[in-house]
């Protein structure tokens, strides 16, 4: 069997990890940090076409297990006027999957604990500085000065990805989106509806959303803005009042986000928000990156680690399939790029809208939302979550078997 080096341990390298093993593949994990992730992390939407990859190989019920169903989307002035009703999840997906709601720490323990159980190592502490390509084999290189060779590498290793800088030296830095993302969970806190649904709330200053667990709890993020992309002296600046901060920004709403915010004894700490447009390389002797090292999303497209789970599953089928390493790296960026390069583009698309000031900008977006969602005839921005894969299927190269239904 050949073996596959995944840098990464995190979401995105666990699951290229168990779908290579699928594909016959021997794989190994490499994480940078010397610990597991356990704990850390806010909540994710994983979407339909998450969901469809994972259940591919066999995981799908790993989400369904610890998340929540998440039935519905509505959206919300700033006045708290409602610009839709309540979306059902299930028309985005041709065979009626809708979001779960997860704490990624929860998708994290499972999968690692699930790729444990099928016998991938994992190693910690390996925090990879080289890699070089000789008769055939891969030789990754570690901070720690140890070595591990195998017949390809597969970058699992997110946004500042360094297999990314080790494929093209001169790839493009992550870009800043001028949004900080803010995350918390008010417990237990009264708020109205059904549990699930995504409640989604274009306020004056800054865009919130919250979703109500089974149990109660609101589980909210917002995105305040911050024109200039902040150092760590800003950041560290901001954290020491970060409740006020957002109190302030949410005031002037007629809105339920004060309130949450008010409620919430420890809203996580800010972190900037970025994406990755378009990584010219994503493969070069032996190596190939995936998810966030080859094409980060903005959170506001709700799809990072649904893309990052399909770029798995791809890339095993490819390497399954194909003749040649080269060969299925070549098939993998023919079959991914665009696709996800569209989907980066409606992040930001989505993150410009949501920043949109003033009366008119705000009408404007107001006016689309509202008619992106009843009108089922015109664009539809639900495209991205419909797409299935076929894992018998071949990876041909041509899209056969890796239908996009729209």
Avoid at 67 to 96: E, K, M, N, Q
Avoid at 292 to 311: I, K, L, N
Avoid at 335 to 347: N, P
Wanted: net charge neutral; proline share 7%.
């Amino acid at each position: 069997m050949a073996r596959a080096l995944v840098i990464g341990a995190g979401i995105a390298g666990t699951v290229t990890a168990i779908a290579l093993q699928k594909a016959g593949l021997d794989p190994v994990l490499y994480e940078a940090y010397d610990r597991t992730a356990d704990g850390i992390g806010n909540f994710v939407n994983i979407a339909p076409n998450g969901i469809d990859a994972l259940d591919s190989i066999g995981l799908g019920h790993l989400v369904r297990e610890h998340g929540f169903d998440t039935p519905g989307i509505a959206f919300y002035s700033h006045t708290g006027r409602a610009l839709t009703g309540d979306v059902r999840t299930d028309r985005l997906a041709a065979d009626g999957q809708i979001i779960q709601t997860i704490r990624r720490s929860d998708l994290y323990v499972s999968l690692r604990d699930e790729a444990a159980q099928r016998g991938i190592p994992i190693e910690y502490g390996k925090r990879i500085v080289d890699a070089t390509t000789a008769g055939g084999a891969v030789r990754a290189v570690f901070a720690d000065e140890s070595q591990a060779e195998g017949d390809l590498l597969v970058g699992a290793d997110g946004l500042r990805s360094q297999v990314r800088r080790i494929i093209d030296p001169a790839a493009p830095l992550p870009r800043y989106l001028g949004v900080l993302n803010a995350f918390g969970c008010a417990r237990g806190f009264p708020a109205e509806g059904p549990p699930g649904v995504i409640r989604m709330f274009f306020g004056k200053k800054s865009f919130f959303s919250y979703t109500k667990h089974p149990n109660g709890d609101l589980w909210w993020f917002a995105n305040p803005p911050c024109a200039a992309e902040p150092d760590g002296a800003q950041l560290r600046s901001l954290r020491r009042d970060w409740r006020r901060y957002l109190l302030e920004l949410f005031a002037g709403d007629r809105t339920p986000a004060a309130a949450i915010i008010a409620a919430t004894p420890d809203p996580a700490p800010p972190s900037p928000t970025y994406d990755l447009p378009r990584a010219p390389h994503w493969f070069r002797d032996g190596l190939v990156v995936i998810g966030d090292a080859a094409h980060a999303v903005s959170p506001t497209a709700g799809q990072g680690c649904s893309v990052a789970m399909e770029d798995a599953v791809v890339l095993a089928k490819c390497l399954r399939d194909a003749p040649t390493v080269d060969r299925a790296f070549v098939t993998y960026e023919a079959v991914r790029r665009k696709r996800v390069e569209d989907i980066v583009a409606q992040g930001k698309y989505n993150n410009e809208g949501n920043m949109r000031r003033g009366p008119a900008g705000r009408f404007l977006r107001n006016y689309f939302i509202a008619r992106a969602f009843k009108n089922a005839g015109g664009s539809d921005p639900t495209w991205m979550s419909s797409h299935h894969i076929d894992w018998h299927a071949p990876a041909d190269g041509d899209g056969h078997g890796l239908r996009t239904s729209s």
